[in-house]
């Protein structure tokens, strides 16, 4: 095998290398892309963008409007909008008359393919193997996935955008490598595989759950099929999605979350599930319709279908005689049973992680307690004072940026903050107020709330170079009872 050769290394550094191209760092390429004078570069190891591929199911729609596009909602102006991919395609007046305001996830899919096959700072094919601090500049090594020549670049900024990882139960760890457990990031790969087989259980109560069985119950209807659809939340309640309740997914509520105790956000978190975790209404509906219309003359329990929320697998192992077998715990009750199943299909969410290339800085990070990233108000990581360098994160943050980090409607925003931090100038104005909703106490409640000190909140709001955030809020309080949403009382 020929010993890969490195490349001519590129003149000057880079104002900023993104690493991993997912929707977050397309639309901070997208941003920056037309900014004078701004040298950025882009990299992804995969050959071409590719959003959620496993999932991009027919019929299922995104859950966030059009404008959560890669620019719109920081600069509606910029070439690379939804609405400009649209004239470009010939198809503004298709979808003028759709009349359609959340879009289809194929059509998302294809929108960040045609801006991500024709931005000039985005390289697909291309590894960042390794990640260094040279004293003044973050040298990356880069490989050409194709050839195995490898190169060196300098940059004085970084931003990580390498996405989540799918989320195995740690109650499925015997079931590693099975051919019928897999997670639904590999759904519709895996698909057919299901063919034949006789009874299909669906785990997690989410977008992707709920989307997963639907399609389950259409394409399987009248073959016999057992079709079981097993969650742990007591309830299959819909996403929050009422207006008022979606000013959570704004930058007045990401300001004011982040000026919270760390122990407070993770509480948060964990009691907004009904925000960023529960399936849509219209899926939730749309399960029962089929389910009513497939039962017309009939009785309820003649379709082959068990839809039963509460209950936790507790252990998963090949069954002895075949197939598998699920050992389930009922939440309420604390009954157990055991339950026999042919597959599995695993709809339990994803969870971010460290990039294997970060490695050779991890001793650079000041990391927090539970060794996650600890990061200030222009996403910025905190690091030990020797590295200089902006270390920017995307979908990083859910703990300390709230259920908005990894929601598409501020995608663009947080990348037009980071564009700002790394220009060093407002490159893109950004409104001050986003919300009807005052999320914090009154000032002079917060103000007597401090003592002596006069100081409240998490203690996570100076950035690297020292400079205390002055945004942030300063109260340390839990949100006043009529501002926790229904999301927050509904238990789990």
């Not at 007597?448 to 309080?477: I, K, Q, W």
């Amino acid at each position: 095998m020929e010993t890969p050769q490195p490349d001519t290394p590129q003149p000057g550094p880079y104002d900023l290398l993104g690493v991993g191209i997912g929707p977050f760092n397309l639309s901070l390429a997208a941003l920056a892309e037309p900014v004078p004078g701004l040298r950025t570069l882009f990299c992804d190891q995969r050959p071409e963008f590719r959003w959620h591929p496993g999932m991009l199911v027919d019929g299922a729609r995104m859950q966030v409007p059009f404008l959560a596009d890669l620019v719109s909602l920081a600069d509606p102006t910029n070439p690379w909008s939804f609405l400009n991919y649209l004239r470009e395609q010939d198809r503004l007046f298709p979808f003028y008359f759709a009349e359609r305001f959340q879009l289809a996830r194929r059509e998302y899919d294809h929108y960040c393919r045609w801006a991500a096959e024709r931005l000039a700072n985005c390289r697909f094919a291309t590894e960042v193997t390794a990640l260094h601090w040279d004293g003044t500049l973050y040298r990356a090594e880069l490989r050409d996935t194709a050839s195995g020549r490898v190169h060196t670049v300098h940059a004085r900024n970084l931003a990580l955008g390498v996405g989540t990882r799918p989320v195995r139960p740690e109650a499925f760890t015997a079931l590693d490598g099975h051919p019928q457990a897999f997670h639904s990031a590999d759904y519709l790969d895996r698909r057919d595989a299901l063919d034949g087989v006789g009874d299909i259980t669906v785990i997690g109560s989410g977008q992707s759950g709920a989307e997963v069985f639907l399609d389950l119950l259409r394409r399987r209807t009248g073959d016999g099929t057992r079709l079981r659809w097993l969650t742990r939340t007591r309830a299959l309640a819909p996403m929050e999605y009422s207006k008022l309740g979606l000013e959570h997914f704004t930058p007045d509520y990401t300001r004011y979350f982040h000026g919270l105790p760390a122990e407070v956000r993770d509480t948060l978190v964990e009691a907004q599930w009904q925000l960023h975790k529960a399936a849509s209404a219209e899926t939730l509906a749309e399960i029962h319709d089929h389910l009513y219309e497939r039962t017309i003359g009939l009785p309820i329990d003649t379709a082959p279908v068990e839809i039963t929320p509460g209950t936790a697998v507790t252990d998963a192992r090949p069954g002895p005689c075949g197939g598998l077998e699920l050992r389930c715990r009922h939440t309420d009750s604390g009954a157990e049973h055991v339950l026999r199943t042919d597959a599995v299909v695993l709809a339990t969410g994803y969870r971010a992680a460290r990039p294997a290339a970060l490695e050779p800085l991890a001793h650079l990070i000041d990391w927090d307690g539970a060794g996650r990233y600890r990061v200030d108000l222009e996403h910025r990581v905190a690091t030990l004072p020797e590295l200089t360098g902006g270390l920017y994160v995307q979908n990083a943050e859910l703990h300390t940026h709230g259920v908005g980090a990894p929601d598409l409607g501020l995608g663009a925003h947080r990348a037009a903050v980071i564009l700002n931090a790394v220009a060093g100038r407002t490159v893109h104005r950004l409104p001050t107020r986003t919300a009807w909703t005052g999320f914090a106490p009154p000032a002079t409640a917060a103000a007597a709330s401090a003592g002596p000190g006069g100081r409240t909140g998490s203690g996570d709001r100076t950035d690297p170079g020292g400079r205390t955030d002055t945004t942030a809020p300063t109260d340390s309080t839990v949100p006043r009872p009529q501002e926790w949403t229904r999301a927050a009382t509904a238990g789990r």
